[in-house]
């Protein structure tokens, strides 16, 4: 199964930009999704933005409408690393950053968006925007 590490979260006043980077291991197939969903204190995790190499969208990444035109996903050629990154932050983008990729595991948190379920998850990363 796949092994998801978080990186670049941190403190940032409105305004400002940061840069996420998920580093990617162990086995992800070639038609999985990837993607980076988020967790704000108290509010369930819900989808920022991700990226499949099949379907309608056939890699083009799909966002949320929370985030559209500010963040951008973006993969690299071997798939070993995602990243997010994030322009025009505001205060309510606050929240723990979640790399994730498509898969049902028994047990697991499954989130659907963008038309795939995502049951592989890592650590986080938290995003503070202040204002």
């Known amino acids: 199964q796949p092994r998801l590490v978080e990186s670049g979260g941190g403190s940032v006043q409105a305004g400002e930009s940061l840069r996420l980077a998920c580093e990617m291991s162990?086995?992800?197939?070639?038609?999985?999704?990837l993607g980076w969903f988020r967790q704000a204190a108290g509010k369930r995790r819900e989808g920022v933005a991700t990226i499949c190499p099949r379907g309608r969208n056939h890699n083009t990444p799909y966002y949320a409408d929370s985030v559209k035109g500010r963040f951008t996903l973006s993969e690299d050629k071997n798939r070993n690393q995602i990243y997010l990154q994030m322009e025009s932050l505001k205060p309510e983008d606050t929240a723990i950053y979640y790399c994730a990729a498509q898969g049902t595991p028994h047990g697991s948190l499954l989130i659907q968006f963008g038309g795939a379920y995502f049951g592989y998850w890592g650590q986080g990363t938290l995003v503070t925007v202040s204002s």
């Open positions: 162990g086995y992800i197939g070639d038609t999985d999704c």
